[in-house]
Structure formats: structure tokens, C-alpha cells
């Protein structure tokens, strides 16, 4: 079995796959997005059990098939049990997931976007992190990452800690963006400028987990 790869990667979205299988999406950071059948990992004394939840994050062990890889093991890092005890973080990261599929490839490198998501999930279970501010940085981020955001269309009608925030979004590595916190009035900049890039320069593609996660953040 020499195709055997190890990768590190999360677990984006989870199906039954037959009685006792399951069916993992997976945002791996040498390989992109890939889809991998656990075999048994329905079944509760199953090892895989555990590994296949929502936002794990581990070294994946796997074997390529024809139009999926079979999930062999997993060595976890992180269970990110947290989210599951905070319903409005579990909202957030949720969406993180789910933007995350979408703008993830097959085949792909994708570790700086692994490590967008990696870190928003540490800083979406720190208490101290306000969460609407972690969204708006997430997603324009993102955005940045992807070669979609708009530098030049933000000028002197925004704040210059607003603006200044952007500049150290796109010089910083995703790793690191996360050590900062701005006032609520540049919070509501941030999310606005977010907010103006994904309705102008997105696709009009409709996210399942907005609208539960607008109930629970008030439309942050």
C-alpha cells in the first residue's frame, strides 16, 4: 500500500454513508479539498468515531481511490470540543466550514487557508475575541488569500485604523493575524467592508449556515 499519504487536515462537513460508514469532507493542507469514506466510523466503538466529527483537526492517514480516499486513521490535535458547547460559536464556525468548502480546490495547496481556519477556531473559543470582529477577519482573509479583495476601493471615507487593519490583513500570514483588537466602531467598519466585497466581487452564491448563524449573532 505505498499510496498511503499522511496530510494534516479538518474535518469541513460530515454524512452517513451507508449503515455504519461515514462520509468526510476534508480541507487537507497538501492535497486541498478531498472526500474520504470512513469505514465503520458510525459505530461507537469504532476509532474513527471521534475523528470524523465536525472541525477536527489531525494528521489524516488515507488511500486514494478512484473518486474518493478511504480514511484509514487519524492522529488528532485538536477536537475543538468547545464549539460544541457554545451555540453561537458553533454557528460561526460553522460558516467558517462551510466558506471554507467553497473556496477550497481539489488538488490543491491550500495550507494557508488550513491555517485561516485552524486559527479562527482557537480564536472563536477564546473568550476574549469578540466574535464579530473574528468573522469580518475571517472572511476578508479569505477573500484576501483568494486574490479577490480590493484594496484600492477603500480610501480617507473609512478610518485610518480601519484601513490600517486592512494593510496588516494582506502583509501577515494567517498564523499571526489574529493578535489584535479595535474598537466596536471599527468592528462595524471591517464587517461593512466585508460585508461590500462578497455582495460586489462574490458570486451571489447563498451560504446554508448564514442564516442560522445571522439568528445567532443578531446580523454581527
Known amino acids: 500500500m505505498s499510496d ?25 493542507k497538501d492535497h486541498g479539498r478531498i472526500t474520504a469514506f470512513a469505514k465503520g466510523a458510525r459505530r461507537q466503538t ?54 471554507a468548502e467553497y473556496n477550497s480546490r481539489e488538488d490543491n495547496d491550500e495550507r494557508d487557508l488550513l491555517a485561516l481556519l485552524y486559527q479562527s477556531c482557537r480564536a472563536l473559543i ?14 476578508l482573509k479569505l477573500m484576501m488569500l483568494q486574490g479577490s479583495f480590493h ?14 487593519t486592512l494593510d496588516f490583513l494582506l502583509a501577515t500570514a494567517p498564523e ?12 462595524a467598519e471591517l464587517s461593512r467592508i466585508a460585508l461590500r466585497e462578497r455582495r460586489v466581487y462574490g458570486d451571489g452564491h447563498v451560504f446554508r449556515s448564514e442564516e442560522l448563524l445571522e439568528g445567532a449573532l443578531g446580523g454581527t
Not at 462537513?13 to 468526510?24: F, G, K, Q, T
Not at 484594496?151 to 490600517?164: F, K, M, P, V
Not at 499571526?176 to 468592528?187: A, G, H, L, R, T
Open 4 to 28: 498511503i499519504l499522511w496530510t494534516p487536515g479538518m474535518v469541513l462537513r460530515v454524512a452517513p454513508a451507508n449503515e455504519y460508514d461515514r462520509r468526510v469532507v476534508l480541507l487537507t
Open 46 to 99: 469504532n476509532h474513527l468515531m471521534a475523528a470524523t466529527d465536525l472541525f477536527v483537526f489531525a494528521d489524516f492517514k488515507l488511500f486514494p481511490g478512484r473518486s474518493a480516499y478511504s480514511l484509514l486513521d487519524a492522529g488528532v490535535k485538536n477536537y475543538f470540543s468547545e464549539l460544541r458547547q457554545d451555540f453561537e460559536a458553533a454557528c460561526l464556525g460553522s460558516f467558517f466550514l462551510e466558506l
Open 126 to 139: 477564546h473568550p476574549a475575541y469578540e466574535k464579530s470582529l473574528l468573522r469580518a477577519v475571517f472572511e
Open 151 to 164: 484594496r484600492q476601493d477603500y480610501g480617507e471615507e473609512y478610518s485610518s485604523t480601519a484601513l490600517y
Open 176 to 187: 499571526k493575524i489574529f493578535s489584535f483588537s479595535v474598537k466596536p466602531e471599527v468592528v
